[in-house]
């Protein structure tokens, strides 16, 4: 035991005879000094003092309707000083939360009348909602509006957080489906067919939806929408516990009844004129010509002002394939644009057509309503439309919200008698004159030949009976 503790306490006294190096740090350079970033300055907060309109007589600015910054933050970005007729006269009563029945023309500017009226009552009254179930409800006819109002959307809601979602039939079931299961939506815009379908399989339920919005109810009516449309109306509240936004570009009895079916008593009735809506931004003209030479007037007509932006209307999907193939043949860059497209493809063509990598659409009166492309310089009617509405929806995509635009005519043997019925529409006489010798010349060489593709060779046919076989083998 004592060896024992005499072998501990030699165990503990025992020291280290290695000593722990010193490590000196480098002197510090006074010429090298470690210099902190300096923190970035912060950005100028928008205030509507930077987007200065001065007040004109007869003339409504958004500054007067006392909306919300960040609306109004995306308006000077879009360069939207003053209200257009049909946004003055609506946007005082569904701001305040009315119903309204709106009778007008696209391009006057209601597409952003009702988009403003969802983002003042949502940034005003924020409410986080679940997964497929939005806060509005926006119904169109067609996708290529569907398409449109989204982008319009997107634009004017720029800085805010409010989210928006287009469902439309032709394409994208997969896509529409993860993003409308992957986070809450606040607007869905869509058409009847693929809204119900997807309100079948409970991907949405429009049971909390605040504003309802129906966009051209005069086509559904034509297109046989009307029953859908009301499926999906039934589902949302009661129309005393929504607001309801009706556009039409008629306000015929049938639509009327619907109006006052769907909103409340107390709903506001608003008209813009046909004159108003579309022969003061956009000129005007008919040429009187025969089917024989339509082509060539219409060549020279686009070769001779250089026309850099045209959107051709046709009426029938065979006769916008033929002139493509005529224009190609002369060195055109043309696409075409009608019912028998698919989406996808449609969705191309019309991207090709904004950014200016085609400078020529021909296009059926699926592109009369819901295209807005910027800068169409004109629009050309090679047939005169069977309908006299229709004439007003193609000279409506050019001369949108306030700029001026063309529209030229071409009257033939046979649609030259729907002139009068157009002017009924309208309000007014349309200048009528015939080509000009610069529009009559004669069309050069085409720069391109026309094959056809060959013919199989025919084949005589069989006389007699055939030579018996000869078993040549031995």
């Not at 309100?199 to 049971?207: D, E, H, T, V, W």
């Not at 991207?351 to 295209?371: P, Q, S, Y």
């Not at 050069?444 to 056809?452: G, I, M």
Request: charged fraction near 30%.
């Amino acid at each position: 035991m004592k060896h024992f503790f005499l072998f501990l306490k030699a165990l503990f006294s025992k020291k280290s005879h290695t000593d722990s190096p010193i490590v000196l740090s480098p002197p510090v350079s006074e010429t090298k000094t470690q210099k902190k970033p300096l923190p970035k300055p912060r950005k100028k907060q928008w205030s509507v003092h930077d987007f200065s309109v001065e007040q004109k007589e007869g003339e409504t600015r958004f500054h007067d309707l006392d909306l919300p910054v960040d609306i109004m933050h995306a308006i000077a970005d879009l360069k939207f000083n003053y209200c257009t007729p049909i946004q003055a006269k609506l946007l005082p009563h569904t701001l305040n939360g009315k119903d309204a029945t709106a009778k007008a023309q696209t391009g006057t500017g209601k597409s952003a009348s009702f988009i403003i009226t969802i983002l003042a009552a949502f940034i005003n009254k924020a409410f986080k909602n679940r997964n497929g179930c939005p806060r509005a409800l926006i119904l169109a006819p067609t996708r290529e509006l569907v398409n449109q109002i989204e982008k319009d959307f997107k634009d004017l809601a720029r800085y805010t957080n409010l989210r928006i979602i287009a469902i439309f039939g032709g394409t994208g079931y997969i896509l529409q489906q993860k993003m409308l299961k992957q986070k809450p939506v606040d607007v869905i815009v869509a058409t009847p067919g693929r809204l119900i379908d997807f309100m079948g399989k409970g991907l949405i339920n429009p049971s909390k939806v605040e504003i309802v919005v129906l966009d051209e109810a005069d086509r559904m009516l034509d297109m046989g929408f009307i029953p859908d449309v009301r499926r999906i109306i039934l589902k949302t509240p009661h129309k005393n516990k929504r607001q309801t936004l009706f556009f039409s570009a008629t306000l015929t009895p049938e639509v009327l009844r619907l109006a006052q079916s769907w909103s409340t008593q107390d709903a506001v009735q608003i008209e813009i004129d046909h004159e108003q809506a579309a022969a003061d931004s956009v000129r005007q003209i008919i040429y009187i010509s025969t089917e024989k030479d339509k082509f060539k007037h219409v060549y020279n007509l686009i070769h001779n002002e250089q026309l850099t932006r045209v959107l051709l209307f046709v009426n029938r999907k065979d006769t916008a394939r033929t002139l493509s193939e005529k224009f190609a043949r002369y060195g055109r860059k043309c696409s075409v644009l009608s019912g028998d497209i698919a989406q996808d493809k449609r969705f191309k063509v019309l991207e090709d057509f904004k950014n200016g990598r085609i400078n020529l659409l021909i296009a059926t009166d699926v592109a009369a309503r819901g295209l807005h492309v910027e800068d169409i310089s004109h629009v050309i009617n090679y047939d005169l439309p069977y309908e006299p509405e229709h004439y007003i929806h193609r000279i409506g995509r050019t001369g949108r919200a306030g700029a001026k635009g063309i529209s030229i005519s071409f009257a033939d043997e046979t649609s030259s008698f729907f002139i009068p019925k157009i002017e009924a529409v309208l309000g007014n006489k349309i200048e009528c004159e015939y080509p000009s010798e610069a529009l009559d010349k004669l069309l050069p060489a085409p720069k391109k030949k026309y094959y056809s593709k060959p013919r199989a060779k025919k084949r005589n046919p069989f006389k007699g009976k055939k030579k018996p076989y000869k078993n040549t083998e031995k």
